[in-house]
């Protein structure tokens, strides 16, 4: 659902972005009971930032909209699910203090689809650097080092979708008899 998400229902991009075959995500559209309307593109329910806000923030939701309202830029969208002002959010009232912080625990926006430039992540990611070197006044070192520490939790993260990514299976210790 991600992956066509993103793509706008593109099926061809989303298979590449999951490294499918065209075949292999039509059946797995199908195994997971995903719609197609009759020009062949998925229906896909629009969720929202509302239905995520009361998932990520329960009862803090509504002071988290008012909040993000009053912030300049605060309303603009990340992606489907998440707005600008809740890097502000999550500086001011959740002491977040690095970017693997909010990308990977506060938000979903470490584990999305891609992991390179031409999916749209790195404007994302780069959105987010800068409003947190912002509100937390990071100087341009340690904006850097945030940087290469987000690269690589986020290539961790994305590790099992490279085959040639893997890590080689360390050889088991054997005690002596």
Request: proline share 6%; hydrophobic share 35%; charged share 30%.
């Amino acid at each position: 659902r991600q992956a066509l998400e993103r793509t706008g229902g593109n099926k061809t991009r989303a298979s590449r972005l999951l490294g499918l075959t065209r075949r292999t995500l039509y059946s797995r559209m199908e195994s997971h009971g995903i719609p197609l309307d009759e020009a062949g593109r998925p229906r896909l329910p629009r969720e929202g930032v509302e239905p995520a806000w009361q998932r990520r923030y329960a009862a803090l939701a509504p002071a988290v909209s008012e909040f993000c309202q009053r912030l300049e830029g605060g309303r603009s969208a990340l992606d489907s699910e998440t707005l600008l002002g809740e890097v502000d959010w999550a500086v001011r009232h959740e002491d977040c203090l690095a970017a693997r912080d909010f990308f990977l625990r506060r938000t979903d926006l470490g584990y999305g689809l891609g992991h390179g430039p031409s999916d749209g992540s790195a404007t994302v990611r780069e959105r987010v650097l800068e409003r947190l070197a912002d509100a937390l006044a990071w100087p341009r070192g340690k904006l850097a080092a945030e940087r290469e520490d987000l690269e690589r939790a986020l290539s961790a993260q994305h590790a099992w979708r490279n085959e040639g990514a893997r890590p080689a299976a360390a050889p088991a210790a054997l005690k002596p008899l």
